[in-house]
């Protein structure tokens, strides 16, 4: 685990809307932690925010536009993608427009202001989306797919494929985020010259221009219909018979590809966690990107908390012969078997239930189940090596409950589970007193869970 992050300070952009052609302001603020990616717009009464979650998500018609009621921003996700990459967690986005601006269409301008104002780290831990297993969405239709598989770090795969002569196969990626700002940040959004007539009848890139899209002649027409096109831009007309790249020299052979990265990234950061996990995405776009984000934060919502990762191959944090220095529980009463994580407010514990406990004599003869108050004690056991591994002379400490809410019990335990304890201290302890939230887990899922609320005495 780690800490959650926000910027040091404020900072703003200034440029044109890619689809209003409105002049925007866009400044980051820093925020508190907990706080999440909101977005605020400033010209409208009240200043209304929207989080930047995958639930919010309307429309993903050349962009990914977030909605709240009859408030939207578009084109959000250059912004948010740089975010991600930069680990930042919390941080407060203010707009004067019903978009945020193009600018050169990459995400340059956003990694180059928050390199230059720095970032905090903050007290609270960073919340992961842990992928267990193999993801996989995909759109028949249009041959898009994305696969998300279990990795211990984050990676982005992209393929992307079109039936022009100019653009066609290309392939990109990422396997550390650390590379963001020099790989993939300046990669520019891009457009066919095809596709431009048909969004300019849509009422849409009425800011688009050779200076923010990389721009793709691939399919030759007449002289006198690409001036008609370059008048309705206001730009040059150029030789209609040369195919190419109108906008310049690429900033990356595989520049479209790399584009194509960045938007993946920006979406999928609307889950609102960071993740575990390796993408590989073939012919993406912002729909299926926002559907996936979409179908991962409804898995999220069905349960308050992720189950924790356990690999049993690494040695414990705290085993049980540390356990037994710190906790004056003894057979058949001490219920945690080691300690996997522990932070300054989160403590990860284990117990291994056998059919040889001693409960299960009499709990039941015939349905052995794990009495609910026996998880309750082993959270709360859990918990109280929380708060005694960070005293000094901790043996002479002990831990008594002063009141247990709200105890919910999901699903039997029964032998030969491997029950996980996630305890969590909100705030830091006051006059001796702690106040935690615990989750017990099965197979990743919440089988119990109840809050706590403790005194630390010393032994006489």
């Given amino acids: 685990m780690s800490k959650q992050k926000t910027i040091k300070q404020s900072f703003s952009l200034q440029g044109k809307g890619l ?14 932690q907990n706080h999440g990616i909101k977005i605020k717009r400033v010209d409208l009464d ?58 050169d269409g990459s995400a340059k301008f956003y990694v180059e ?20 297993k193999k993801i996989e969405y995909s759109i028949p239709e249009t041959g898009a797919k994305i696969t998300i598989l279990p990795d211990d770090t984050f990676s982005v795969d992209v393929h992307i494929g079109f039936k022009s002569p100019v653009l066609g196969n290309q392939f990109a990626s990422l396997d550390d985020l650390a590379d963001f700002a020099t ?45 008609i096109l370059a008048q309705k831009l206001h730009q040059t007309s150029i030789d209609a018979t040369k195919p190419g790249y109108l906008s310049g ?47 991962i ?18 040695a414990p944090v705290l085993d049980v012969n540390a356990i037994r220095k710190l906790l004056p529980h003894r057979w058949p009463f001490l219920m945690v078997d080691k300690v996997i994580e522990k932070h300054d407010n989160v403590i990860i514990g284990v117990k291994n239930v056998t059919v040889n406990e001693t409960f299960f004599m009499g709990h039941f003869p015939d349905e052995p189940v794990m009495p609910g108050v026996l998880l309750v004690e082993a959270m709360a056991q859990t918990g109280g090596l929380l708060v005694l591994h960070g005293l000094e002379d901790a043996e002479k400490y002990s831990t008594y409950f002063l009141k247990i809410d709200n105890v919910k019990f999901r699903q039997k ?16 302890m006051r006059r001796g007193c702690a106040i935690m939230k615990g989750h017990a887990f099965v197979g990743g899922k919440v089988v119990a869970e109840a809050e706590f609320m403790a005194q630390i005495v010393k032994n006489k």
């Avoid at 202001?113 to 842990?130: H, L, N, P, T």
């Avoid at 069905?302 to 690999?311: A, F, L, M, T, V």
Wanted: charged share 25%; hydrophobic share 40%; glycine share 6%.
């Fill in 113 to 132: 202001k928050i390199q230059e104002v720095g970032i905090e780290m903050q007290s609270a831990e960073k919340d992961y989306f842990i992928v267990r």
């Fill in 249 to 295: 020299a690429l900033n990356f052979e595989n520049e479209p590809a790399r584009h194509k990265l960045l938007d993946v990234i920006g979406d999928l950061s609307l889950i609102g966690k960071p993740i575990k996990g390796k993408v590989i995405a073939r012919y993406p776009g912002h729909k299926i990107n926002t559907d996936l984000a979409k179908i």
């Fill in 183 to 227: 790989e993939i940040a300046s990669a520019r959004t891009f457009v066919f010259v095809r596709e431009i007539e048909p969004l300019i009848n849509m009422n849409l890139i009425k800011g688009g221009d050779l200076k923010n899209a990389v721009v793709i002649y691939d399919e030759i027409m007449p002289q006198e219909n690409m001036d």
């Fill in 297 to 314: 934060r409804k898995e999220l919502k069905k349960q308050e908390i992720q189950s924790p990762y356990y690999d049993d191959t690494v």
């Fill in 46 to 103: 009240e200043n209304p925010l929207i989080d930047a979650l995958a639930e919010n998500v309307t429309h993903t018609m050349r962009g990914t536009v977030l909605q709240k009621g009859d408030i939207q921003v578009s084109t959000v996700e250059h912004a948010l993608a740089t975010l991600y990459a930069f680990g930042i967690d919390n941080c407060m986005l203010e707009v004067n427009a019903p978009e945020f601006p193009i600018l």
């Fill in 413 to 428: 335990v029964v032998p030969g589970d491997t029950v996980i304890f996630h305890l969590e201290m909100p705030e830091p």
């Fill in 19 to 32: 689809h209003t052609g409105l002049d925007i302001t866009l400044t980051f603020v820093p925020a508190p």
